[in-house]
């Protein structure tokens, strides 16, 4: 998916920006990146130190003497525009719109258009979009910069190229250790129970409330079988009070 | 969702990185900014202009000496880290963790975490938090700055707020107990330490990690507060060994 997606820089008139747009599409494993009628002679210094790590991607930019040229190749032309027109648009959101280019055919690619920083696309360039979108942000300062902008639409698409993710392992499992089976937590809740009894510390009320509380809480971690041996070892440690105290005393 | 969260800038160098930070969270509808023990003095016209039109979220940034000061009123307290742990923590990816927190109790808060641009969070400070998110960037350049992390994260919390979807309660909140904060968690910690500590059980070879270990534990299962202090009364009845067994004497 991320082959097929090119990020088009309209007018852009600070070379920064450019830079910074490099980096968010790097790190998001994006790589084709178009400028059209830019603004702002290339190679810049502010270009290259805003993109950091991506200045290959910044040299490699082609450029276009308009928007047109530049999305010559594409199926699905996606403007950005924050302006609401007076003529709708088909608008996706930049999650709707990952899942779009998704759906693409394989051969198919797409574009993703950036306008100048202040205007934004002109009506002329707008119309040559087959989409717009729209990133929801909060109504009371919506304004994005054109770096964040590409960073919210170039995580998206990643999010979107790396689906189906793999389910996330419930509960724990860490480090490659099995997870505790049945028997050993009911071993520790039995130790643990006894342990409490002979204290007066589940006497009182209700002690199978109270273990069933303990239950969830260790049930909703899942321990592995080391954290059950930890939990059996402190659970030692706290008993051999006595014995500790004696040998202690055996000491002085 | 949104009141509800906090993003912590750790030892921040940077002003403008503030700044940025600070526009991301206004820009997605975030208003709640603390800076732990900053590198850099503020006011600063560098956090003042990269901030935009949120100049007012920096000006009313809370500041804190450590991160713990920081987010004592939280109940899920999640770092951004790139590196990996040789002790793995209970991860996430940004939008399992928009999920996580969507899932919290209404009055519990959560903390988002930055650590300092260079060099990340210390391992104290990792080991405080209750869940990492990494976020998966191009492993062929996955190092984003703050501000691009920040965007991400601040993005999918604000999708995830506007998601219509009732999440189903994942993890923890039960019987409509409030989580415990992390202030609550640590006190458990420290006296447990205390204890274990007295009775040679961390002397042994490296205590810190065993504790680490615990601490995992039991982030990942976010006790409420009445669990929480289920686990101070068993530490307690099982600290009362010898208190417990002068009145048996007395009573036989």
């Known amino acids: 998916l991320l082959d097929r997606v090119r990020f088009v820089l309209v007018g852009t008139t600070h070379p920064g920006n450019i830079g910074a747009c490099a980096r968010a599409m790097k790190n998001m494993g994006l790589g084709d990146l178009a400028l059209a009628r830019p603004a702002c002679g290339l190679p810049h210094p502010d270009a290259d130190a805003l993109a950091a790590g991506a200045v290959e991607l910044v040299r490699r930019a082609t450029i276009h003497p308009t928007l047109e040229a530049a999305v010559a190749d594409c199926a699905l032309v996606v403007g950005t525009s924050s302006r609401r027109r007076s003529l709708a648009w088909p608008e996706l959101e930049p999650r709707g719109l990952a899942a779009a280019i998704r759906a693409l055919p394989a051969d198919a690619r797409a574009a993703v258009v950036f306008g100048p920083e202040r205007i934004g696309l002109d009506n002329d360039e707008l119309a040559r979009c087959t989409h717009l979108v729209v990133i929801p942000a909060n109504p009371e300062y919506a304004a994005l910069n054109l770096a964040q902008a590409a960073q919210i639409l170039a995580w998206e ?67 592995d079988r080391n954290e059950i041996n930890i939990l059996q070892g402190m659970l030692t440690a706290l008993l051999d009070d006595a014995a500790q105290a004696g040998k202690d005393g055996g000491n002085t």
């Open 157 to 223: 698409l990643r999010m979107s190229s790396l689906a189906p993710a793999a389910p996330p392992p419930a509960g724990a499992s860490f480090d490659g250790m099995p997870l505790a089976s049945h028997a050993e937590l009911e071993a520790y809740y039995a130790r643990l129970e006894a342990a409490l009894r002979a204290r007066g510390f589940l006497a009182a009320d209700n002690p199978r409330h109270l273990m069933k509380r303990i239950r969830r809480l260790y049930g909703r971690a899942l321990p």
